[in-house]
């Protein structure tokens, strides 16, 4: 399968600090593996970092025996595209970056609702 973004274009990196994406290459590559679609490449804000622990998934607490140092505001994560959907309905979704946004968000998010959130990289 190819991974294009939102353009049609190919998936650009997310980030290698810290290492992100459903195959830890810092794309938010998928396959069908990928049953969560960790396609969204989003910029972590302390809002979303608390509605996403608020939901059941803790993505600021460091979890050493899975190498994970936990996020922090600025960093750049691959998101599952329905949790970033969901923080888009409550107000809270983070910004992202188009470019390394996988295509397959489009059949949960609209391109409208990314650009609305869309920064630069």
């Known amino acids: 399968m190819e991974n294009l973004n939102v ?3 190919p998936v650009i990196t997310c980030s290698n600090d810290p290492l992100t994406g459903f195959f ?3 794309c938010c590559s998928t396959d069908v593996a990928d049953h969560g679609m960790h396609t969204v490449c989003a910029v972590m804000t302390e809002e979303f970092l608390s509605f996403s ?3 059941g998934n803790d993505l600021s607490t460091p979890r050493p025996e899975f190498n994970f140092n936990g996020l922090k505001p600025g960093d750049k994560w691959c998101l599952c ?4 959907k969901e923080a888009y309905d409550e107000g809270k979704a983070p910004k992202v970056l188009l470019e390394a946004t996988h295509e397959r968000t489009l059949a949960i998010v609209s391109i409208d609702q990314l650009i609305e959130h869309s920064v630069r990289n």
């Open 81 to 84: 595209a329905a949790r970033w």
């Open 53 to 55: 622990k608020s939901q």
């Open 7 to 9: 353009f049609g274009e």
């Open 24 to 26: 830890r290459d810092g």
